[in-house]
């Protein structure tokens, strides 16, 4: 029971592991089919090859790709080159300092990329204007710069791949062709370079791929050249179409293809080294149905097989497959349900346009309300004749006193009455009569 639950265990560990390496790619690369203008899996419209066309027609791309083979055939020629010399250096240096050789060739795979790109610049700018060159000489031109940039990391590791390899090398093998009279030079490559070649051939696919995808070093040396990663950078800036799917899935589609082909020539190599000891490719399959000699015994190449007849009826697929109908159709339900929206929406603001007119009429109407006024002025009104003299004061500051004489102006004046005391003694009257 443990045993059969940790097997199931490593099966989910393991599914989970390839989900999630493999997963982006997938999704990526069924996206390079959905007719959807932004690289999408889900919703599916329509099944469409057109940006496989739409990526073959862009200049800029293409020129990306062109570059990036030509900067990864110099780089690899390189890369390869310096690191079979350091891995025979480091065989043979003196072995109290082959730790610090070792030391000192590892040193740029721990430097970032950004640095080694500057520095690649910055360095051969000066080289530039000491010999006197102009800015359109050889030490400026981008390519050449990219390689010097990628070779200085990418040696190293094409020299770990190279010394994994040499350190199952026997020497004597090169004593003896020395002492039957070889030179040295015969003896490196009728001896040594035939034992190294499957560690050269891994080093140079290593030193490929790594200058392809190389976008940090790549981004200050590339020049007038820019590689595909670069061409990919800027288009990811502006917007990009499920043409960069397209990409992705040829890209994935070939490294399958080369994988399959080269288990495959392992597998065959294998069964022939067994043949050859006195059994045959019948025997080691274990009997059964007989397959063509490459394909007995060989399931890397029965897989090989399936995947291209897979990619002929793909291509033969895309070659009559029209999906202008479907785009059509898509299309025209896209426009209903845009102009059900855009309904919706006036539909939407209408409604919160009338509430906003209900609640202002609303509150206008309580602001306002003349109901509320006229109870307080129609108090008011009654209360201003009354205003008698429940003050305490009478009428002594009613402004209506001191129009009295005016009034009375053309009358005789009447006598006063003397209640004062003194009589007549302050009427002015009094010294007007002499």
């Not at 493999?22 to 099944?47: D, Q």
């Not at 790709?65 to 055939?73: E, R």
């Not at 020539?265 to 022939?272: C, D, G, M």
């Not at 929206?341 to 202002?360: C, D, G, P, S, T």
Request: charged fraction near 20%.
């Amino acid at each position: 029971m443990n045993l059969s639950a940790l097997r199931v265990s490593v099966w989910i560990y393991l599914a989970i592991f390839f989900a999630y390496l493999l997963g982006p790619l997938v999704i990526m690369s069924v996206t390079a089919f959905n007719s959807s203008i932004f690289p999408r899996a889900t919703p599916w419209e329509c099944l469409t090859f057109d940006w496989f066309g739409e990526l073959f027609r862009d200049e800029r791309i293409l020129n990306g790709i062109k570059n990036s083979f030509i900067i990864g055939a110099g780089t690899v020629i390189l890369s390869v080159a310096m690191g079979l010399a350091g891995a025979l250096m480091l065989t043979q240096v003196w072995p109290k300092l082959r730790a610090t050789y070792y030391t000192i060739v590892i040193a740029p795979i721990l430097i970032p990329g950004v640095v080694i790109g500057i520095s690649t610049l910055v360095f051969w700018d000066r080289i530039n204007r000491f010999l006197g060159l102009g800015p359109d000489s050889f030490l400026s031109n981008g390519i050449f710069l990219t390689v010097i940039g990628q070779s200085t990391f990418i040696a190293s590791y094409c020299m770990l791949v190279l010394v994994a390899r040499l350190q199952r090398y026997d020497t004597g093998q090169t004593e003896a062709a020395l002492d039957l009279g070889a030179t040295h030079a015969q003896a490196f490559r009728k001896v040594l370079l035939p034992f190294m070649r499957p560690a050269i051939a891994s080093a140079a696919v290593l030193a490929f791929l790594a200058s392809f995808e190389n976008y940090n070093t790549t981004t200050f040396t590339f020049g007038q050249y820019p590689t595909l990663t670069i061409e990919l950078a800027q288009k990811v800036r502006y917007g990009i179409n499920p043409s960069i799917s397209a990409l992705a899935f040829i890209i994935v589609v070939l490294t399958v293809f080369f994988a399959l082909l080269n288990e495959s020539i392992i597998r065959r190599r294998q069964l022939a080294f067994a043949a050859r000891q006195n059994r045959s490719v019948g025997e080691v399959t274990g009997g059964g149905v007989r397959l063509p000699r490459f394909l007995s015994g060989n399931p890397a190449a029965i897989v090989l097989v399936i995947f291209c007849i897979g990619a002929i009826t793909v291509v033969g697929t895309a070659t009559a497959y029209s999906p202008d109908a479907c785009i059509a159709r898509v299309t025209e339900e896209k426009r209903l349900e845009a102009e059900q929206r855009i309904q919706e929406l006036r539909e939407q603001r209408e409604e919160e346009r009338r509430q906003r007119e209900e609640e202002r009429q609303r509150n206008f109407d309580g602001v306002f309300d003349p109901d509320e006024l006229s109870p307080g002025t129609d108090s008011q009104e009654e209360a201003a004749p009354e205003s008698g003299s429940d003050s305490g004061f009478g009428n002594v500051f009613n402004p209506g006193n001191l129009q009295g004489g005016e009034e009375d102006e053309g009358a005789a004046p009447a006598e006063e009455d003397d209640s004062s005391g003194f009589g007549n003694v302050f009427n002015p009257g009094n010294l007007q009569s002499e």
